[in-house]
């Protein structure tokens, strides 16, 4: 019984330190892969499922009206204290474009794709205040991307007003296969002060 306690105790103390704010880097690279690889399965499933049933019309309004949704509930699964987010120099959404620092990491990345560099899976930020951002870098492979994010010209009229009734400012045309699109980035906040 001693040793179940013990094995239980560790697992309680491991638990509370991984979703209670205090990350180490292990964590952040452990939690923040398992996020993305999530993300990136979940919103490629949808895709397929909405090509299924209403063609690129159906995928348009998932990625606009839905994909954010889906997003956030694979983040609620890992911790309310974390923030999961794709963001992109040519955003559509807003609330994709990037800050600062990210701006900086998704140049890097762009510079890397241009280079013809090997991109990484995941890429480790780390702040001074004892913050991360886990960035898995997502590159234009398919042909279905390019019908909504190619030239503009090429892009169905249909989907192009579609997208301009959603978003004022939309930069998310002009992509051709191996750009860089933008990243999924999750974000491990600083640890709490003690009072």
Known sequence: MRKWGKVIGLSLLATSLVYGGEYTLKDVKKIGTKITKEVQKKLK???K?????GGLEEMARYCAEESLKDIDAVRM???KDLQVRRISLGNRN???APQKDEVDMLKAFDLMVKANAFLPKTVVQAHE???FKLYAPV???SRTCKKCH???EAVDP??????ASKYRDDKGYGFHSGDLRGAIVVTFPAPKEED
């Open 45 to 47: 499933h949808q895709l």
């Open 49 to 53: 499922k909405a090509k299924k049933h």
């Open 77 to 79: 699964k890992y911790g």
């Open 94 to 96: 807003p609330k994709n």
């Open 129 to 131: 205040d004892g913050s």
């Open 139 to 141: 590159t234009l492979n």
């Open 150 to 152: 190619g030239d503009k």
């Open 158 to 163: 249909k989907i192009v007003k579609y997208f």
